[in-house]
């Protein structure tokens, strides 16, 4: 482990600081990406009760999702080094190919092991978009100006969460739910298009032999085969399987032998780890990235458990589920992008963080009084709270983990980032949907369990009495009160790690030389190698000061408002 920084040290520097015309056209490539990436991601949630049907899958349809995400977590920590020995673009521009390719064939789908096969490759086309869009924004906006970029594309996420249940909803409703992917499908190739011929692209010849030799094949072995043998039996376990069946006893000590391998790899022998264990001895890093791990978590449950408590306790069509989902998108997007120009304006995150964490803390605890008879006015309240929560927290995290690594690490902290937060929203859907279905199956009679059997499909409450289907409403009620509280205490793991957080500003030395060395250059969008190479010694002797960076980037804050470190947003 000790040549990692050495190896580390090798990698191409891709920042490209951009002038401020060419900064919006790439920058909103990358939103627009973002945001069909998010419109694929949810859009299915609300219309699994109706593919279920179609494809005569209501045992299964929760791999839809399931596949997705496991899919995702296994490929998003590798994004980070890919894009540091290949580049930037070529590996985003193949995500949105794969993603258009994967959605086309999801439409295409005739039978429920294909739908699945395709959604996973979706997850993985998905992980690298979400990872890459972060890290470009990284390479072309300064450290100080992030916040507001960041806080632009965290809108895109909102929006997404929109836009995909509505769109979902609306085909399901009026033609077929796999309209959805159709649409998806060319809109992708256009982005890929446009993101081939307008993102920067500095990388130097590659030498392919070179640069094979340091991709930790083992690393990459190990962790895959970990992160699936894992995730698999914990999504069907006491559902799908048995927790005492061969399969999942052996599936589970494979995945257990397969992290402690790759831990092993990653501390000891790779040469440049997918997951330097270096980022876990630095406790802001490591509280950031814990955070990362359970609001992942929460948010994604809820994005697919609220809509199954909305339509099958609260009788809601698939439409308006989707826009009972609203009151915590459009306050995320509100928010993301207030607190991003709030964090870039007064240089600091703490504050932000802080107050996401406590009030989505409050408004997670307040969903466990849900139910039948709760105001719909105070339910959109607490919904808008998440949001708000959600809105401060998601993208300000970024920079804050930025604020507290190395230059070289700026990638790899991010695809780890976004690998910590697919992993707890894989693990949240696998446990909530057990939790869903166990206390559903206990308040159910007798001679309705069966109904415990799926639990992403809604009963056609026509075929029951009415005595049956306030027994059913009330059962659901309890299994979705049930995954609330299951979710509530994440959020107050995450309230108090914000303990370990210190606030260290946002000014960089590497990024002040930027500025003070290649001003003029800075202004027209071009640094010059030589300026990059003065750069990366400034970035070495930096961060090996760690507390110290605060302290200085303080005492020279005035400084540097003059040599254009804020040009781009004057």
Aim: charged residues 15%; glycine residues 8%.
């Amino acid at each position: 482990m000790g040549n990692n920084k050495d190896v580390e040290a090798t990698l191409h520097d891709q920042t490209d600081l951009l002038p401020r015309k060419q900064l919006l056209i790439v920058f909103s490539v990358l939103a627009v990406s973002l945001l069909i990436c998010f419109i694929d991601q949810n859009g299915i949630g609300v219309i699994l009760p109706t593919i279920a049907r179609d494809l005569n899958a209501e045992n299964t349809i929760s791999w839809a999702g399931t596949s997705a995400l496991i899919a995702n977590t296994v490929f998003q920590v590798l994004y980070g080094r890919f894009s540091d020995l290949f580049g930037r673009r070529i590996v985003f521009v193949s995500a949105l190919v794969l993603l258009a390719i994967s959605d086309l064939l999801c439409g295409l789908s005739q039978s429920a092991t294909m739908l699945y096969i395709f959604r996973g490759l979706a997850g993985v086309a998905n992980g690298g978009i979400t990872s890459l869009a972060m890290m470009i924004v990284s390479d072309i906006v300064t450290l100080e100006e992030r916040g507001k970029y960041q806080g632009i594309l965290g809108s895109m996420v909102g929006l997404g969460n929109v836009l995909g249940p509505v769109l979902g909803a609306a085909f399901a409703e009026r033609s077929t739910w796999r309209g959805l992917f159709y649409l998806l499908c060319p809109t992708s190739i256009i982005c890929a298009g446009l993101s081939w011929l307008l993102l920067p692209h500095n990388m130097p010849t590659v030498n392919y032999k070179e640069t094979i030799q340091k991709i930790d094949f083992a690393g990459l072995l190990s962790g895959s085969i970990a992160v699936i043998f894992l995730l698999i039996p914990i999504s069907g376990g006491g559902s799908y399987f048995a927790w005492d069946s061969p399969m999942v006893i052996s599936m589970l000590t494979i995945g257990g032998l397969s992290l402690i391998a790759f831990v092993l790899i990653e501390w000891k022998f790779a040469k440049l780890p997918m997951m330097p264990l270096s980022l876990w001895t630095n406790p802001a890093v490591a509280a950031l990235l814990i955070q990362n791990f359970f609001f992942g978590a929460v948010y994604y449950a809820y994005l697919y458990f609220l809509p199954l408590f909305y339509q099958n306790a609260l009788g809601y069509s698939p439409m308006r589920s989707a826009v009972m989902t609203f009151p915590i998108v459009l306050t995320q997007t509100f928010f993301s992008i207030a607190s991003g120009r709030y964090i870039s304006h007064f240089k600091r995150y703490g504050e932000v963080l802080w107050s996401g964490f406590f009030i989505w803390t409050l408004g997670s605890g307040l969903t466990i009084l849900f139910d039948t008879n709760f105001p719909v006015v105070a339910m959109v309240f607490i919904l808008m709270a998440i949001g708000l929560g959600s809105g401060n927290t998601f993208q300000p995290t970024i920079v804050a983990l930025q604020a507290h690594c190395s230059k070289p690490q700026r990638a790899v902290v991010i695809s780890n980032r976004n690998f910590l937060r697919s992993s707890g929203g894989a693990i949240a859907l696998a446990s909530g949907a057990a939790v869903l279905q166990n206390v559903l199956k206990s308040h159910l009679p007798t001679d309705l369990k069966y109904l415990a059997a799926s639990t992403y499909s809604t009963p056609d409450y026509s075929k029951f009495s009415e005595s049956q289907k306030q027994q059913i409403i009330a059962s659901y009620v309890a299994a979705s009160r049930a995954v609330f509280i299951m979710l509530a205490p994440f959020m107050g793991v995450c309230l108090f790690a914000c303990f370990l957080v210190k606030d260290k500003g946002l000014t960089r030395p590497d990024e002040v030389a930027v500025a003070q060395r290649e001003p003029a250059d800075a202004e027209s969008g071009s640094i010059s190698n030589a300026g990059r190479e003065k750069v990366d010694l400034v970035t070495d002797t930096a961060n090996e000061g760690g507390d110290q960076i605060s302290r200085k980037s303080s005492d020279s804050k005035h400084s540097i408002d003059g040599v254009g470190i804020r040009s781009h947003s004057e």
